[in-house]
């Protein structure tokens, strides 16, 4: 079972070698923890190691957006985005090995586990919007980069890019980056230097691979050559920018913006089907659509005729029309009804909201019915 450093405690056995970022065994498995040794662990900047476990073994992977690991990794990678904002415009430079560790983390629990959902952040303030956002790009960018079967080195470098990617928006004025209404033209040539300056400031780190820094300078280009800042055209673009334009865009429209409510996924993912060809590479929405579950099993979803159901089932093909079974309120609990649609056929219906994912109360009614 995989654990949060902060959860170790005295006795625990590690059932796998925990390594430093550089390679080096730091305790082998089979090692008891004690305290000296957790201290150890956290000084070396170790965030989760598996421990052993039989009362739990055979125990159901958690939904990661719920998994306190998982949660641990995102917030710390938040945080990392923050610290490293603060950092640059403070004109101190990057701090390299702290994004390394986390960029890590993320590849490495989303090897182990099939980690396919996007919102992993639910509730967000708007303050903290282009943190939340760089961490999502990231993870969903990193979704991306697995199915397309990169090595742990070009996911690596994907990571730090993606989770980078809007750095240069640091040095644009903070007025015209919260501005509610819409900007001047004047304004908008200015917003559109953040990738120029982006790759500027990643360039200047002989640490950070140039690959990389590509994804700050070129995730606002379009496959048809209608982005910026250079106008370049299908593969003179890096696939990894190719990669991360597609997500950037789908987690800016799923969320809740100073200048506008966020969309529902089904109306950004047709907004990416739109796309598909002329702004975006069409294997690419393809890929994305495949391996990014827009509505995970187990969300509740509310419909456009008002009716409540949990998702049960996904054909990766449509992504966007699920098997629900509808509930009803009875009292303050969810209940079946006993009726399923199935999207696919009910083509008049469609989703407008999503409540919430409720894996357990998934289990119950499939145990139910
Ligand atoms: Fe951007």
């Known amino acids: 079972m995989r654990i949060a450093i902060t959860d170790a405690r005295e006795g625990m056995k590690v059932a796998r070698d925990v390594f430093s970022k550089d390679g080096r065994v730091l305790l082998k498995a089979g090692s008891l923890l004690t305290e000296s040794s957790i201290r150890y662990l956290k000084k070396q900047g170790v965030i989760a190691i598996e421990i052993e476990d039989r009362l739990l073994s055979g125990r159901k992977p958690v939904r990661p957006n719920s998994d306190p690991v998982w949660q641990e990794i995102i917030?710390?990678?938040?945080?990392?985005?923050?610290?490293?904002?603060?950092s640059v415009s403070q004109g101190r430079g990057i701090h390299i090995s702290r994004i390394e560790r986390i960029v890590d983390s993320i590849i490495q629990e989303l090897l182990q586990r099939e980690i396919t959902y996007p919102k992993l952040v639910d509730i967000r303030a708007l303050d903290d919007y282009t943190f939340t956002h760089s961490v999502n790009v990231c993870v969903l960018s990193?979704?991306?980069?697995?199915?397309?079967?990169y090595s742990e080195d070009e996911l690596f470098e994907l990571g730090i890019g993606s989770l980078?990617?809007?750095l240069g928006k640091i040095i644009i004025p903070p007025e015209i980056l919260g501005k509610a209404d819409t900007l001047s033209a004047e304004e908008m040539e200015i917003v559109r230097k953040h990738p120029a300056y982006g790759f500027s400031l990643l360039v200047q780190e002989s640490e950070i691979n140039i690959n990389s820094s590509l994804i700050a300078y070129q995730h606002h280009e379009r496959y048809d050559g209608s982005g910026y800042p250079r106008g370049l055209k299908g593969d003179e673009i890096h696939e990894y920018a190719q990669i991360v334009a597609i997500v950037d865009v789908y987690d800016a429209l799923t969320t809740d913006r100073i200048y506008r409510n966020r969309i529902q996924p089904y109306e950004a993912v047709e907004m990416l089907i739109a796309m598909s060809g002329r702004g975006f590479n069409p294997d690419y929405v393809k890929l994305f659509l495949k391996n990014v579950e827009i509505y995970p099993v187990g969300s509740i979803v509310e419909l456009n005729n008002?009716?409540?159901?949990?998702?049960?089932?996904?054909?990766?093909n449509m992504p966007v029309r699920p098997q629900i079974l509808l509930l009803k309120w009875e009292g303050e609990r969810l209940v079946p009804t006993g009726d399923e649609v199935d999207l696919m056929k009910e083509v008049t219906l469609?989703?407008?909201r999503v409540i919430k994912l409720d894996k357990e109360l998934l289990e119950k009614v499939l145990g139910n019915s």
């Open 75 to 86: 917030s710390e990678a938040e945080h990392t985005v923050r610290d490293i904002w603060n």
């Open 142 to 149: 990193l979704i991306m980069g697995i199915a397309k079967g």
């Open 164 to 166: 980078l990617h809007d």
């Open 306 to 316: 008002g009716s409540l159901g949990i998702i049960t089932g996904v054909d990766k």
């Open 350 to 352: 469609f989703i407008t």
